[in-house]
């Protein structure tokens, strides 16, 4: 059975996954990573529109927990249980938002790189730390930070190890947008409405072609859509009809 270190809730087609590690800062070890994916393993994808991974207290997460990282682990089961948990959320077949406020770093920013959209404070921080700590990432951040804020960016956070306010991962496209903080839960909940409201057979297919065609030249992309977008959905005529009954034209 998962700890308490990790929550996981779903009411309504919204999923709400929680670090749940306030006093330190929601720093990750191993056993939140195998709890985490254990909350995935129980829960019904097809009940779930949208997931929402969030931390508790003060910060999303710190990165991860120094001292766990320095017990060290020469088999390198930690490292395929991490790695593969962030694989696993950057690929599930829902839309995932991260709601950050306070530290992500690190490793708490490799997790919300796993996330299709990002909602942080204007007072959040982010940072890439590895370097600081002679280490080298291996959970994604090489491949997927460049791909959200483009390869110099990367280079920049990656590696001069600074620190960026909520307001300045805004501005390089690191989250989508910045709130202030007593906003963020109400931000993060009427975006989550917005796409709960939508067809979560769309949101999926989408998501799925965007995956697929991650990568390809325009013209392979359109192809690919062209060939594998599954179209309309059994709701759409009873969506349209319901439309003109309401006058919506």
Excluded at 42 to 50: H, I, K, N
Excluded at 97 to 122: M, P, Q, W
Aim: overall charge negative; some cysteine.
């Amino acid at each position: 059975m998962p700890s308490n270190a990790i929550t996981c809730t779903l009411e309504n087609r919204l999923c709400r996954l929680t670090l749940n590690r306030p006093e330190k800062l929601n720093a990750l070890n191993v056993a939140m990573f195998e709890d985490m994916a254990a909350h995935l393993d129980r829960l019904d994808y097809s009940a779930v529109g949208c997931l929402v991974l969030s931390g508790a207290g003060r910060s999303f997460c710190a990165g991860h927990d120094l001292d766990d990282l320095a017990a060290g682990d020469e088999s390198g089961r930690a490292e395929r249980i991490e790695n593969g948990f962030v694989e696993r959320l950057a690929t599930l077949p829902f839309p995932v938002i991260a709601s950050v406020r306070g530290h992500c770093y690190t490793g708490g920013l490799e997790l919300v790189l796993a996330a299709d959209i990002i909602i942080a404070t204007e007072t959040a921080r982010f940072a890439d730390t590895h370097a600081k700590f002679d280490l080298v990432p291996i959970w994604g951040l090489t491949q997927r930070l460049p791909r959200r804020i483009g390869m110099s960016k990367a280079r920049e956070m990656m590696f001069a190890a600074r620190s960026y306010s909520g307001l300045d991962a805004m501005a390089m496209g690191l989250v989508n947008f910045a709130v202030p903080e007593a906003a963020l839960e109400a931000e993060t909940d009427a975006l989550c409405a917005d796409i709960l409201a939508n067809s979560a057979r769309s949101n999926r297919e989408i998501k799925k072609l965007l995956d697929q065609t991650d990568g390809l030249s325009l013209a392979a992309g359109n192809a690919w859509e062209l060939h594998h977008s599954p179209g309309h959905g059994p709701e759409f005529s009873v969506l349209i009809r319901a439309r003109r009954a309401a006058g919506a034209g």
